[in-house]
């Protein structure tokens, strides 16, 4: 179904069954599949293929040579019916692909609201991501991750599969990162270190100086303190009062399958 308010352009293909919402633009040479669902005011531009089982919803704009909603790049998928589910105001621009999901993964690859994926980069199978995310050029999402609101990857960075990274963090560019970031930490160098925390992003968003301080001090307890990571992390629940700790807490405490980025002791 084609909205009668949509423009599409007349060297677009648009397969029987695609939904099309009010006021969308479908750009030239563009592919909107039959199982797609684009909701009002989302813009194609041209060369774009939105394939799969894809929602993308509305006022999301989709650059040039972008790949929505294609199979995921997994030898395990034998082609199940799975799906991908962007949200509202994301910016994708030219090159990006995001894969639908995997039987064994849950089905479903998530992107939130208010994203910007820059040139090249790239959003796997199962992957979660909250919102306000920003993914900087050729920077890739493996299968299964988690990203939470407010993360910033770097160019060129990698998220290995099944990794979380906690809300508010950021990882520098050309950084591979292959266990967990707490939330409002910092990481860069090759390797993936934890560096500090993202107090550039914290003074930004306005957080209080009693927060900060609050959260300097956790993260030095985090690195000095006397037994394993997670139980520094209790110990820091016991006594945490700025909702700002807590978050970093119960994200330590949560369930995970890989161990942590833990500070240099």
Same mark, same amino acid.
Do not use: W
């Given at each position: 179904?084609?909205?009668?308010?949509?423009?599409?352009?007349?060297?677009?293909?648009?397969?029987?069954?695609?939904?099309?919402? #009010?006021?969308?633009?479908?750009? #030239?040479?563009?592919?909107?599949?039959?199982?797609?669902?684009?909701?009002?005011?989302?813009?194609?531009?041209?060369?774009?293929?939105?394939?799969?089982?894809?929602?993308?919803?509305?006022?999301?704009?989709?650059?040039?040579?972008?790949?929505?909603?294609?199979? #995921?790049?997994?030898?395990?998928?034998?082609?199940?019916?799975?799906?991908?589910?962007?949200?509202?105001?994301?910016?994708?621009?030219?090159?990006?692909?995001?894969?639908?999901?995997?039987?064994?993964?849950?089905?479903?690859?998530?992107?939130?609201?208010?994203?910007?994926?820059?040139?090249?980069?790239?959003?796997?199978?199962?992957?979660?991501?909250?919102?306000?995310?920003?993914?900087?050029?050729?920077?890739?999402?493996?299968?299964?991750?988690?990203?939470?609101?407010?993360?910033?990857?770097?160019?060129?960075?990698?998220?290995?599969?099944?990794?979380?990274?906690?809300?508010?963090?950021?990882?520098?560019?050309?950084?591979?990162?292959?266990?967990?970031?707490?939330?409002?930490?910092?990481?860069?160098?090759?390797?993936?270190?934890?560096?500090?925390?993202?107090?550039?992003?914290?003074?930004?968003?306005?957080?209080?100086?009693?927060?900060?301080?609050?959260?300097?001090?956790?993260?030095?307890?985090?690195?000095?303190?006397?037994?394993?990571?997670?139980?520094?992390?209790?110990?820091?629940?016991?006594?945490?009062?700025?909702?700002?700790?807590?978050?970093?807490?119960?994200?330590?405490?949560?369930?995970?399958?890989?161990?942590?980025?833990?500070?240099?002791?």
């Amino acid at each position: 179904m084609i909205d009668r308010s949509a423009s599409i352009h007349p060297t677009a293909v648009i397969e029987d069954g695609a939904t099309i919402g #009010p006021d969308a633009k479908v750009g #030239p040479f563009s592919l909107v599949g039959a199982n797609v669902t684009l909701g009002a005011g989302v813009v194609l531009k041209s060369h774009v293929v939105v394939s799969g089982v894809t929602s993308i919803d509305e006022e999301t704009v989709v650059f040039p040579g972008a790949v929505v909603g294609e199979i #995921p790049q997994d030898l395990k998928f034998r082609g199940e019916e799975t799906r991908l589910t962007i949200g509202k105001r994301n910016r994708i621009r030219e090159g990006v692909t995001m894969n639908t999901g995997t039987e064994g993964g849950g089905g479903v690859t998530v992107v939130g609201d208010d994203c910007l994926f820059m040139t090249g980069a790239h959003v796997a199978h199962d992957a979660n991501v909250g919102d306000r995310v920003i993914v900087a050029n050729q920077g890739a999402i493996a299968g299964h991750c988690v990203i939470e609101d407010d993360v910033i990857i770097g160019g060129l960075s990698g998220i290995h599969q099944f990794v979380r990274i906690g809300k508010g963090a950021i990882i520098g560019a050309v950084t591979m990162v292959t266990n967990d970031v707490i939330p409002y930490g910092l990481v860069q160098a090759p390797r993936g270190e934890l560096d500090g925390l993202n107090l550039v992003g914290l003074k930004r968003k306005g957080v209080a100086r009693e927060d900060i301080t609050a959260l300097r001090a956790a993260f030095q307890m985090l690195a000095q303190g006397e037994g394993a990571f997670q139980d520094r992390a209790r110990r820091l629940g016991e006594e945490a009062e700025s909702e700002y700790v807590r978050e970093i807490v119960d994200f330590v405490l949560g369930a995970s399958d890989r161990s942590f980025l833990t500070p240099e002791r």
